[in-house]
């Protein structure tokens, strides 16, 4: 970075499109980074271009116009059907070099955050992580981004002022999907690979998916978060039927672990997992440190607790004083009720 | 083997407390090794005992990084390199990535670097991956397992909804989740036989690179403001009446907000 560049010659959105056997995975993520996209780029009076690399996307790349993009830049090759950072990473930043991007979005997904530094190492530019809040300064007519830190303990707001592009990898959960226009056109670019199989330094010898549910959380929209006040009688049973009703994942404290009713996979917090849905609902959880570094940072809390003094109200948005055994069925008979 | 892991200090945020306001106090904190990064020297330390192998530790930071290089060398590695210098100071990830590049680079022959999945502090998870692309290396990210061979290494890779075996040739760049180990507790007699031992401090001028690229000059991101997060204290807004009326106006309101 000797000379000052030339910022003006960076134009346009870009985002990139997670995808797994040719479709969408995180499809959810990936479109929310679309429609954000889309309202960046309008902001900006540019265009949206969504990126895709793997095997097989003619349909998906399609699907990406319609979603809202103006241009899909696709790598299709058998070499890139599997996520590797490398061959990934040269591509990219191959077309980036070449079309000057001013933005470039990634899913804060593990794919995301293992490709996105490498990205912005290579291109000499700055990233930031984990964004919850992105927006375009008015009168600079540049990225504001918004992410939390120190376990959710702070909020940043950062810029990229004189790089390009202005990276920033985006929560899942966070973004407005985007609506599906029929009546959409756009193009789709084919970008040139040259990669073969045998300049993939990394090899993937083994793929597995997990079951869809326990492993999620941390994708997870939304979670019912159970602690040892909502363990007793059947009362597990019943935030289990919440959450299906909630279309949630279930959650809890450490204690629940230990009683063995949930799994460490779904344990939040400190010596557990990190979760930032748009709703957790914490029923029966008391709200140690230990615990809130888990989950303080979620869009919306709701706690149902016994106690009116619980920590777990200092971080909610809303609460219900009450017994979780009462609560819960109630809770359930009313989101039943508000369907029909 | 010759391993470089690479550790940061920072604040024990599990310790944080709040003032009446809702907002963070960060003086007092007592400072910790990034669990990550522990979890990254037990790594080490196995490949260690099972292979054979040198660690070097390596941390940029203030001079009291040193107490984190000591309990490294407590646990078991065998030489600390302290990156500092007052020019260092306010790095993002892309300069922390290129000081800690640069430094690497002067340290000669290396098969294998560690770095944590994620500092607790900064939460990016960006250091390592950058590393990795400053130094040409193939990057074996979110490693819950590792398995050296001849010349190359093998991970068991959390990706998210996937596991992965992903295998690349060494030298290599592996990130360390918590899964991977429990990491040990530093031996007594290697506590008292740690502060001996040298530690190599290494300022702007040691490690070369060009000046505009360390610090705050060299970092592309700023920050604009940090605030605390919107944090309930007074906002909590209780629902109240029977468990049928307080549930009605709860669905009522994740309506409102589009939260189901
Ligand atoms: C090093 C360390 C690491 C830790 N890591 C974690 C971690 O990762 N995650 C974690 O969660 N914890 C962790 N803990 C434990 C943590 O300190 C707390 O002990 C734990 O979070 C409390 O769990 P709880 O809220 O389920 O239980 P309790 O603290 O026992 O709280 C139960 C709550 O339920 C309420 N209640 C009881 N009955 C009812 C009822 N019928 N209806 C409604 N409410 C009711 C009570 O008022 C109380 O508030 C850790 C601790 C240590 C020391
Ligand atoms: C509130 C706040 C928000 C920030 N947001 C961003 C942002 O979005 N983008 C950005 O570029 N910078 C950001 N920074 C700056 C960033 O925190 C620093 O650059 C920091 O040096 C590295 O980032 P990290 O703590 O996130 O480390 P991570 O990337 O999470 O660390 C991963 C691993 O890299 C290694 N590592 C990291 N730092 C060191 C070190 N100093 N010495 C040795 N090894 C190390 C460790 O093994 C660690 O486990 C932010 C800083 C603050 C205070």
Known sequence: MTAIKDLSAYKGVWVFIEQFEGKLTNSTLSLE?????????????????????????????????????????????????????????????????????EILLVGASATGRDLAPRISFRLHTGCTADCTELDIDDEKKILVSTRPAFGGNVMATILCPDHR????????????????????????????????????????????????????????????????????GNCFDQLKELAKELDAEIGGTRPVFETGLISHDVQIGQTGKTVRPELYMAVGISGTVQHTTGMANSRTVVAINKDPNAEIFKFAHYGIVGDAKAVVPALIAQLKASRN | MKII??????????????????????????????????NAI??????????????????????????????????????????????????????????????????????????????????????????????GLPLLSYAEAIEVGEGTVKIHQKLGDLTRVIEGPMPA????????????IPRMDLVFECFEKEIKVLGMADVDGELENFGLKGSPTRLRKVFSPKRAKAQVEFLEGTPKESSQKLVEKLHEINAI
């Open chain 1, 33 to 101: 980074i679309l429609g954000e996209g889309r309202k960046l780029a309008d902001k900006l009076g540019t265009d949206l271009t969504a990126v895709i690399l793997g095997e097989n996307l003619e349909k998906t790349a399609g699907d990406l116009i319609k979603y809202g993009a103006n241009t899909v830049l696709v790598a299709d090759a058998p070499v890139l059907a599997n996520y590797r950072t490398e061959l990934y990473t040269d591509i990219i930043c191959q077309a980036a070099k070449e079309r000057k991007p």
């Open chain 1, 165 to 232: 592009p202005q990276m920033s990898t985006v929560r899942p959960g966070v973004m407005m999907l985007p609506t599906w226009d029929e009546a959409r056109t756009g193009e789709v670019i084919k970008l040139e690979v040259t990669a073969k199989e045998e300049d993939a330094k990394v090899k993937i010898l083994e793929v597995k998916k997990h079951e869809a549910s326990a492993q999620n959380i941390q994708e997870a929209v939304r979670v019912v978060s159970a602690g040892l006040g909502a363990c007793t």
């Open chain 2, 5 to 38: 892991v690479c550790i940061k200090q920072v604040p024990d945020v599990t310790e944080v407390k709040w003032d009446e306001n809702g907002s963070l106090i960060r003086t007092g904190l007592p400072s910790i090794i990034n669990p990550n990064d522990k």
């Open chain 2, 42 to 135: 037990e790594a080490a330390l196995t490949l260690k005992e099972e292979k054979g192998a040198e660690i070097t530790v390596v941390s940029m930071g203030p001079p009291q990084v040193e107490e984190a290089l000591r309990e490294a060398m407590a646990m078991g590695c065998d030489h600390a390199v302290l990156l500092t210098d007052r020019k260092f100071g306010g790095a993002d990830c892309w300069a922390t990535a290129y000081t800690l590049g640069m430094a690497i680079k002067k340290l000669g022959h290396f098969d294998l670097i560690f770095s944590g999945v994620e500092a607790m502090d900064g939460n990016t998870a960006q250091v390592g991956p950058e590393i990795a692309d400053f130094l």
């Open chain 2, 173 to 184: 760049l592996i990130t360390c989740e918590k899964e991977l180990n429990v990491p040990r």
